[in-house]
């Protein structure tokens, strides 16, 4: 029902209004009748009436001064007079404080009833159209924040369109930019970290977000309010226009801003950020010297802040510095590929490492140099492999893949992964076609069958009726790997395989690959495929989706 607030001077028509009009017909109820204008503002004030029917000549305050004091108090009921007095001023001063209908005494009931009738139909019509209203700014309001991104996506990644005018539509955007310069900005969280805490990709659109906040509210503070975040593709950019674009500053700036992001999410990120340049119209030059500035490099677990193409606080190599790092990498390369052929896999392994330190001192980071390398050395080395009596077409085929996943690493810690993963390989693939001892033939046949068991150098030597001085040596002899190794890989082997097959729990693929502690599965597991038995869990089933 709609609440009637009646205001009448006289208690004999105000009783009468009350009682001859069908008010329940018409969906309405008399909230309250008044006596005069202050009584009727005091009830308007605690039942919020949504329409009034008010006298005009009352003692006190009268009507008109009543529906000024109910619109000054904000109220939007639908108001209608009923007065005596044919008066035209009357009328007049009504209709300016947005009364609907006028009525003059005495009327009849069905009369006043047609004259409400059409109050309730207005109400109804305001209501709708306030609605409307309300609904179209609260759309354009959640609109406007989509319009900014839109905007300056197409600004970083276009050139400015004849006609257009960038710095109007930037105000009527309710962009916080002014006069001077701009700078834009790109902010990438690690792949790495994401894989190393087994994130959903719903869990890194959160994340994605969360660092956009924080984005938001410090690069805000630094630039005094001029500056908008948005997200684009996989990466945060920023435009902004910091009071004063010195590199010292903004580096500290960036740096506080890396810094939290890894405190609050435990994310590591890198950030690279354009060169001022002077107008809207030029975003795109500043967007694709970030850009290139990040492509470039290779990305580090601590993360970096790229500002110029060269980093303060990293020198450049001397000559003979860089000269030295070459030889080391040529003796590592060389080394890798002799102990590989000696299936001595361990050594095979440090070895790796040592490279892939000197070809980060070496490459300082240039991403494409890295690459480079690493594709010379795979070339060398299938060559090296090519020439061996071991040839197999079975080391030609994964080549071109290895090749382009070189192509692609975009962090230190892909690179040795997949370094880890190409030597893992062939070792595998040689060991597979040397002849072996009978002995050792025998012991392996033991492992095949037995793995999950608690297997020992002692127990399997006594079986094949030798001593244990002379089965580790004869190991290593003809598989260049100590015993215990081989059983680690084998069962990580088997690991990998219940865990790409079924979704098992990681302590009971453990356990059937005869590890009783998960701890030291796990600690295994990464050793020798360079992920958590989880995260190759995860990686194997979006692979199979």
Not at 38 to 54: G, K, N
Not at 301 to 321: P, T, Y
Not at 489 to 514: C, D, T
Request: glycine share 6%.
């Amino acid at each position: 029902m709609l609440k009637l607030l009646l205001v009448e001077d006289e208690l004999r028509i105000r009783k009468g209004l009350i009682h001859a009009v069908r008010w329940d017909r018409l969906g309405i109820e008399v909230c309250q009748a008044a006596g005069d204008g202050r009584e009727a503002l005091a009830a308007a004030r605690q039942h919020h009436p949504d329409l009034v029917l008010t006298d005009i000549r009352m003692p006190g305050m009268d009507g008109l001064e009543f529906i000024r004091e109910l619109r000054g108090s904000g109220s939007d009921a639908v108001v209608v007079v009923i007065s005596g007095y044919n008066d035209f001023d009357y009328a007049r001063e009504a209709m300016r404080l947005q009364v609907t209908e006028y009525i003059l005494k005495p009327s009849r009931p069905a009369e006043i009833e047609q004259v409400m009738l059409r109050a309730v139909t207005k109400l109804a019509e305001i209501r709708k159209d306030r609605a409307l209203t309300q609904s179209l700014q609260s759309a354009v309001h959640r609109s406007v924040p989509l319009l900014r991104s839109q905007t300056l996506r197409q600004w970083i990644e276009h050139p400015r369109m004849p006609g257009e005018n960038r710095e109007s539509l930037a105000g009527s955007l309710q962009l916080p930019f002014a006069g001077g310069a701009f700078h834009v900005g790109l902010i990438r969280i690690h792949g790495a970290d994401v894989r190393r805490l087994q994130y959903a990709e719903g869990e890194v659109e959160l994340l994605r977000y969360a660092a956009l906040n924080i984005a938001s509210e410090l690069l805000g503070a630094f630039c005094e309010g001029k500056s908008e975040a948005l997200q684009h593709g996989n990466d945060i950019v920023w435009v902004a226009q910091p009071p004063k674009l010195e590199a010292d500053k903004l580096r500290l700036a960036l740096s506080h801003l890396m810094d939290r992001i890894r405190e609050l999410l435990k994310l590591s990120v890198s950030i690279s950020a354009g060169d001022p340049v002077d107008s809207l119209d030029d975003l795109r030059i500043s967007y694709e010297q970030a850009y290139e500035r990040l492509e470039s490099r290779m990305l580090e677990n601590d993360g970096k802040v790229f500002l110029a193409e060269v980093q303060s606080g990293e020198s450049q190599s001397s000559d003979s510095e860089e000269l030295r790092l070459q030889q080391d990498i040529s003796r590592l390369e060389t080394r890798m590929l002799n102990l590989l052929q000696e299936d001595k896999m361990a050594d095979v392994l440090d070895t790796k490492d040592e490279w892939l330190e000197a070809v980060r001192r070496l490459g300082q980071g240039d991403r494409i140099a890295i690459q480079g390398g690493t594709a010379a050395f795979l070339t060398s080395l299938r060559d090296r492999i090519a020439l061996s009596p071991a040839d197999s077409p079975d080391w030609r085929s994964p080549f071109a893949l290895w090749l382009h996943q070189s192509s692609r690493v975009d962090s230190y810690e892909q690179l040795s992964q997949l370094m880890t993963e190409i030597v893992q390989s062939l070792a595998r693939q040689l060991q597979a076609r040397r002849p072996l001892h009978r002995t050792i033939a025998s012991v392996l046949s033991m492992i095949e069958s037995r793995y999950s068991e608690n297997l020992t150098l002692e127990g399997l030597a006594k079986e094949a009726y030798v001593s244990t001085n002379y089965l580790s040596t004869l190991f290593k002899q003809e598989l260049g790997i100590n015993f215990l190794d081989y059983l680690h890989q084998y069962r990580i082997e088997a690991a990998k395989k219940l865990l790409a097959a079924e979704p098992l729990r990681i302590f009971a693929v453990a356990s059937l690959v005869g590890y009783q502690d998960e701890r030291y599965f796990t600690q295994m597991f990464k050793k020798w495929t360079g992920l958590t038995p989880s995260q190759y869990q995860k990686n194997m089933e979006r692979t199979q989706l």
